[in-house]
């Protein structure tokens, strides 16, 4: 299967603390990408990164790719309430995008 | 706003209603796709256009649904004779040229069948 599976399904920590969600895949890849969900909304991209990058940076999110363990890790930094949502992994197969179920994130204050 | 629009946002109908969704893209993306997102789950892929021409369609598409880029820049998804299970979030997104390039996603629109 080209989906990704994405861990935990659901996370609640502090404002302020980092959070750490995981993402396996079985298939090959060209790219991983991960979006953000808030709730009831469309999905709104965060990272890209490539199979040949092992780290790539964006503000306070910061992405890994394993692709010899077929995983890809999103951390985010001195959460904020507003960071609460869900977060998806999403490989490309061929044109469209296959996801995750997501990690459901709450931020609590 | 030159984000991807889509209309309506919410729709509700009765079960053997027809259904039509619009999805305006960004207008220099040549490349338009429509998902489903059912409640707990993720996107799914439902098709995909590049210019007018529908490249490839689901399984998930029954022969209930069509969809249609006729001038190569807004979409409509239309669903006939809808069920209960059509309930959902139909989500259209747009990318550019480049395959692998990153999707820019609509606010979706909610689908609820009575």
């Known amino acids: 299967s080209q989906q990704g599976e994405e861990d935990p399904q659901a996370l609640s920590i502090q404002e302020g603390e980092n959070a750490t969600m995981n993402c396996s895949y079985k298939t090959s890849i060209n790219n991983l990408q991960w979006y953000r969900q808030n709730s009831g909304r469309g999905l709104v991209h965060l990272i890209l990164?490539?199979?040949?990058?092992r780290e790539k940076h964006s503000g306070r999110l910061r992405v890994t790719l394993d692709t010899s363990k077929k995983s890809s890790s999103l951390l985010i930094t001195a959460s904020r309430a507003a960071d609460t949502a869900s977060y998806f992994c999403?490989?490309?197969?061929?044109?469209?995008?296959?996801f995750g179920q997501g990690t459901r994130l709450t931020i609590n204050p | 706003d030159t984000g991807v629009s889509q209309d309506p946002r919410h729709k509700i109908t009765k079960r053997g209603q027809n259904v039509t969704f619009r999805c305006d893209p960004i207008?220099?993306?040549?490349?338009l796709y429509w998902y489903r997102q059912t409640l707990g789950q993720g996107p799914e892929f439902l098709t995909y256009f590049q210019n007018e021409a529908q490249l490839e369609k689901s399984r998930l598409l029954s022969d209930r649904f069509s969809a249609e880029r006729p001038k190569g820049s807004f979409s409509t998804l239309e669903i006939q004779r809808t069920e209960q299970g059509d309930s959902a979030m139909y989500l259209c997104?747009?990318?550019?040229?480049?395959?692998?390039?990153?999707?820019?996603f609509g606010p979706g629109t909610r689908l609820l069948v009575l």
């Open positions: 999403s490989l490309q197969g061929a044109q469209k995008l296959v």
């Open positions: 990164i490539r199979s040949n990058e």
């Open positions: 207008s220099e993306h040549n490349r």
């Open positions: 997104a747009s990318s550019p040229r480049l395959a692998g390039e990153t999707q820019y």
